[in-house]
């Protein structure tokens, strides 16, 4: 089990950035795959980006692939999520969320842990 807190979430104007931060408390922390998803109002929640516990496995949805880049620094026990060129299609609420599957997860029910989001606002 770990316990996530996600931050850096605000409102940013189109074309801008973001860096998102997960921390996690815990045990085995490096051992995780760790992803973010996130969830528009009225939208099911939707996987954006994850990364393998060395940090050398990255996996993106095709929205954000090339703006975003998924990283962590296990030392830190932190997840981050850099944004770029944001759309206002971007605009949601970011979940950080931890697996002990292997591989390259993509979807809601195969993470056990889940942060309690960090609300991003994409202005046009």
């Known amino acids: 089990q770990v316990q996530l807190v996600e931050s850096g979430g605000g409102l940013v104007q189109a074309g801008g950035s973001l860096r998102l931060s997960c921390a996690a408390s815990?045990?085995?922390?490096?051992?995780?795959?760790m992803g973010w998803f996130r969830q528009a109002p009225g939208k099911e929640r939707e996987f954006v980006a994850a990364?393998?516990?060395?940090?050398?496995?990255?996996n993106y949805a095709d929205s954000v692939k090339g703006r975003f880049t998924i990283s962590r620094e296990n030392a830190k026990n932190t997840v981050y999520l850099q944004m770029n060129s944001l759309k206002s299609e971007d605009t949601a609420v970011y979940y950080c969320?931890?697996?002990?599957?292997?591989?390259?997860?993509?979807?809601?029910?195969?993470?056990?842990?889940w942060g309690q989001g960090t609300q991003v606002t994409v202005s046009s």
């Open positions: 969320a931890a697996t002990t599957r292997t591989g390259y997860p993509r979807y809601r029910w195969e993470y056990g842990d």
């Open positions: 815990g045990r085995t922390f490096s051992r995780y795959i």
């Open positions: 990364i393998a516990w060395s940090g050398g496995g990255t």
